[in-house]
């Protein structure tokens, strides 16, 4: 076997391989001798058949098998003789096999960017703490007591009012196709409650039990299945029966209702609840700092083979969530046009600008990605098998009545896993990180937490819009000078 580099340029390499003919022949001979150790072919014993009968029959299956062994073995060498990192699985440029002549073929890889000193010398963040108002306690209760206060069938029969649970059965459709998830059977809803489509639960006011009415509605443009989003709908609704709710009341009994002894356990449990998640929010903000100038501290090359495969996976995910199908070729012509639609009329921005845009994103993800697991590994961060089981529990409980489901799921789909994996690991990193910075407490109302994170989304997407800009103007310099 002879490799000599051809390519080393940033993180990409090429390395030519050539396995001499003789050596070939000797590796299909030993291969179709191990075939018919085995074998069985009428007249012969197996072991005993001559190899110009094994050529004739298994020659396709031994040089796949040869070509394969060969390709292995020398991705296997050039990785350990030069001590490289590939960040992906090489790809193999095949350009001469057969049995006859040399095995000559070409290895192409891009490797893991060096990372030199990780210092945080010089770095500040705020961390924030909210402090939970009494009166967001109270609406938290008051909305269970609603939630879980007891009604009853209609003594005296009347047509329907704003405030009753009516029990109903529907299913919704959208130029005669069904809507996907929009059926139901015995759903409790109540009037006015606003969680059904706008102008859904106003149609059904004024109504007899028993009524059968097809209600027409129109999902809003920011409605959260973004395929739906503007679309019309009609819906057959069957308004089995009607219900009076108690008023909601919060006591011991509605405490005892959900687990507490008390109403003043209640209260701190739920201000403990309120606590942590109003602190998870506030972590997001100190994370995205962090992130920020991790960003733009560490400067180094990102494999472009990551980062167009991250891009990939984010621009799918956008297509997905604004009702794009990119798998159908006729859906999104030369002129960007997504059926009858352009894309600017869709998103409020061409795709050139959003395809520019998420490529910034996608490098971005891949540097921070690399840059944190080699600061896990420097200092042997990782996620405990508890950490994980604790993930998998909480992601079960999302689902109830599907939990064994949800289970074998993780169990059996370790790219699953991974995903629930990752986001741990990267907040302990971060939580390091912290340890080894200035950092400054602040205490803040929920009104600022708000302000702050909506803040931190218009300076994240101001950021991404000037590098954009940036690139363009690049370009442009670029082919001037050209």
Known sequence: MQIKQTHSKGLKRTFDVIFPAKDIEAKINAQLEKIGAKAKVPGFRPGKIPLVILKQRYQTEALSKVLDQCVDE???????????????????????????????FSINMEVLPTIGDIKFDNLSFEKYSVKVPHKTVQQVLENFALRTRETHPLKKRRKTKMGDIVIIDFEGFIKDEPIEGGQGQNHLLELGSGSFVPGFEDQLIDQEKGTRIDVKVTFPKDYH??????????????????????????????????????????????????????????FISTKRHVLDALA??????????????????????????VGIDQSKAANVNAKGKVGSKTFEEITGQTEDILRAEYKIIAERRVRLGLLLAEIGRRNNIKVASQELASAVKAKALEYPGQEKRVFDYYRDNEAA????????????????????????EKSITPEDLQKLLLKDEEDAEKQVLSQVKKKKIAGRNKESKE
């Open 74 to 104: 020398s991705v296997v060498k050039v990785i350990k003789d030069n001590e490289l990192q590939p960040c992906m699985k090489p790809k193999v440029d095949l350009k001469s096999f057969n049995d006859k002549e040399d095995l000559v």
């Open 225 to 282: 299945e973004k395929h739906y989003a503007r679309k019309s709908a009609r819906f057959n609704v069957h308004l089995k029966d009607i219900h009076e709710a108690e008023p909601p009341v919060v006591d011991d009994k509605l405490a005892k209702k959900l687990g507490f002894s008390s109403v003043k356990e209640m209260e701190e449990g739920v201000k403990k609840s309120i606590s942590k998640d109003y602190d998870a929010q506030a």
């Open 296 to 321: 733009e501290r560490f400067i180094f090359e990102a494999p472009q083979s990551m980062v167009d495969l991250e891009f990939e996976n984010i621009w799918r995910q956008f297509c997905e969530e």
């Open 417 to 440: 896993l991974n995903s629930l994996k990752a986001p741990i690991f990267e907040n302990k990193v971060i939580d390091y990180i912290l340890t080894q910075v200035k950092i400054s």
